[in-house]
């Protein structure tokens, strides 16, 4: 029985020795110093968390509070006036042209001295007549708001029909002749705004001289060869600025006729655009 027991612990000894030993048993070389375990790496730290801005809405405006509003460009004065007082200025110009009734006008004018304005006017009753003027402009006097001024105008017309033909035409109409001169004086009235409308009030005498008179009475006699005939003229109207150049005008006007062949009274309108020139 002996060798049996002694066998089986011989057994259990050798199968002992030839198995792999375990780590946590591995204690190195005999004499060697052992480092000690190196740490294990701890998780970093979480950082602060960090909110990011809100894309801006349309109540919060995407300029940065620093900035500052612009401000609007102040606007250029519109100084052209054609039928008012305020002279264009040395060697400056201005036009208009107005549609009405019973005239279709134009006019130009330019400054040769800071207050005296010279230039020419066309009429035409849409064919019918067509008179051609030289005209002047004189400012005598300039308030803030007000300004007061002379006119004057002078030259020949040319009607498309003989006096003979032209009883209710043209010159029943107008109160013109073949030669007409104007002269009067005009107030103006406008605010102190850079493009401030501007209001006009004329009274002109129209002088017709009649180179071609007829009698119209059967036991008249024979007429002079030259007939003179009064008139007076009076407007009201203003210049409504639009833009630096451009302003929109608007007449209206009573004309008395000093003839006994012409219309006693007729009322005149017009709508037209006065332009500065270049």
């Known amino acids: 029985m002996w060798p049996l027991l002694l ?93 009405g009734f019973p005239l279709l006008q134009a006019r130009a004018l330019m400054g040769v001295t800071p207050k005296l304005d010279l230039g020419v006017e066309y009429d035409t009753l849409y064919g019918l007549m067509h008179d051609v003027r030289a005209s ?66 004329a009274a002109r005498c129209l002088l017709a001289m009649d180179t071609e008179p007829i009698q119209g009475e059967p036991l008249g006699g024979t007429p002079p060869p030259v007939v003179f005939a009064p008139n007076l003229l009076t407007e009201v109207g203003l210049e409504a600025p639009v833009s630096e150049w451009v302003s929109l005008a608007f007449r209206v006007g009573l004309d008395l006729h000093g003839r006994s062949e012409d219309s006693l009274v007729m009322v005149t309108g017009s709508a037209g655009v006065v332009t500065a020139l270049p």
């Open 136 to 201: 002047a402009r004189w400012m005598l006097w300039s308030g803030d708001t007000m300004s007061l001024g002379l006119v004057g105008d002078a030259g020949p017309a040319f009607y498309a029909k003989l006096p003979q033909q032209d009883a209710k035409g043209a010159r029943w109409l107008t109160g013109r002749r073949n030669v007409n001169a104007t002269a009067g004086m005009v107030l103006a009235v406008h605010g102190p705004a850079p493009r401030a409308s501007r209001f006009f009030l």
């Open 7 to 99: 066998a089986a612990l011989l057994g259990q000894a050798g199968a002992a020795a030839g198995a792999p030993p375990q780590e946590s048993e591995w204690t190195g070389l005999p004499g060697e110093q052992q480092a000690p375990p190196a740490p294990e790496p701890s998780a970093p730290a979480p950082s602060p968390s960090r909110s990011l801005p809100m894309p801006p809405t349309i109540e919060e405006p995407m300029l940065p509070p620093s900035s500052l509003p612009l401000s609007p460009r102040p606007e250029r004065p519109n100084l052209t006036s054609v039928y008012g007082v305020a002279p264009l200025g040395a060697w400056k110009r201005g036009a208009a042209v107005s549609l």
